[in-house]
């Protein structure tokens, strides 16, 4: 797992301009929000900052990830939610 994670933040450090580096953000915040493991939650809640502060996103693509965020205020577990509340925290 951490080999996983350190990997995702070495290429988001170097900003490789990847469709593929989009989708696989997707499922990071997927993993922030559905993963009862905390190092888990932390680690992608790490790696999808970096995402949303360094890479260039258009409209369309700031919006989806910041629908996904709103939307999972409502997640049923709540360390999902106190994920996204974190993050949406080091965002501001």
């Known amino acids: ?3 996983t994670f350190s990997l995702l933040k ?9 469709p593929e580096v ?15 493991q905390p190092p888990v939650r932390q680690l992608c809640s790490q790696v999808f900052l970096q ?3 360094d890479y260039p996103l258009g409209t369309r693509r700031l919006t989806q990830h910041l629908d ?4 999972n205020l409502g997640y049923e577990h709540s360390s ?3 994920a996204v509340l ?4 080091m965002l501001m």
């Open 10 to 18: 070495a290429i988001t450090a170097k900003k490789v301009m990847l």
């Open 86 to 89: 974190d993050l949406l925290l």
């Open 22 to 36: 989009y989708d696989m953000v997707t499922r990071v915040g997927e993993h922030m929000v559905q993963s009862q």
């Open 80 to 82: 999902g939610r106190e």
């Open 51 to 53: 995402f949303l502060l």
């Open 1 to 3: 797992r951490a080999t």
């Open 68 to 71: 996904f965020l709103t939307r």
